[in-house]
């Protein structure tokens, strides 16, 4: 079972900063907290990993509070091609397991 | 540079028949693993291999059976293909210590009538 809950859709409009947040309520201590995007048709792609404070790359911004139960996932200034569903996963030694994600829907 | 190749992209099966799908990657990765995403869902892990030789069931392994003769292939075998398994078969690697960073195929749609 996937170890992470996060939200099953959001919308937003081209332009806007989405923020996607994740609770993370099993996390073990060495894992680390990665997140996913997959487009129709496609199979997931690895977008940013962190372990605590703020990680940020080309794509987007990883937010992790000191107590590690939760992340955020900010997109800035989002376009139509980042509509695709976002998953969160707590990462280690073990499997991946992947829970249902966050359908992001950009509107024009 | 291929990355994860999966083989065949479409198939499409009747009740009972058998087939098996092919994962092939290029990087040395030592993890491989098997997720199959029915529509609208997520990903459910069916079975992974931590090296060559060895396998593990995942969430949904039942129906399923997998091999790992060779470190850069990973097999995925359906014995008597169900209707239930129709899916998108999707294959991914990775390296030891870098588990959170997935290198996924395109994908395998099969269809069971």
């Known amino acids: 079972l996937a170890k992470t809950t996060q939200p099953i859709s959001m919308d937003s409009y081209e332009g806007q900063e989405v923020n996607i947040t994740c609770s993370h309520n099993n996390i073990a201590t060495n894992d680390y907290i990665t997140w996913y995007q997959q487009f129709p048709s496609q199979g997931p792609r690895f977008i940013i990993q962190?372990?605590?404070t703020k990680v940020t790359n080309e794509v987007a911004s990883l937010f992790i509070p000191a107590d590690r139960k939760s992340s955020t996932l900010s997109l800035p200034r989002v376009s139509l091609s980042d509509t695709a569903v976002y998953y969160c996963l707590d990462t280690g030694n073990t499997p991946l397991v992947f829970g249902k994600g966050t359908r992001l829907s950009v509107i024009a | 540079n291929a990355g994860v190749t999966q083989t065949p992209k479409f198939r499409v099966l009747k009740t009972g028949q058998s087939m098996t799908l092919l994962c092939a990657q290029d990087?040395?990765?030592?993890?491989m693993y098997w997720y199959r995403q029915d529509p609208g869902m997520g990903l459910r892990l069916i079975h992974y291999s931590v090296g060559e030789g060895t396998t593990a069931k995942g969430e949904v392994p039942d129906g399923y059976n997998v091999s790992r003769l060779k470190k850069q292939n990973f097999l995925l075998g359906l014995e008597s293909a169900a209707p239930s398994q129709t899916s998108v078969y999707f294959c991914a690697s990775t390296n030891r210590g870098e588990a959170g960073e997935l290198f996924f195929g395109e994908g395998s749609r099969l269809t069971v009538l």
């Open positions: 990087m040395n990765h030592e993890y």
């Open positions: 962190g372990y605590k």
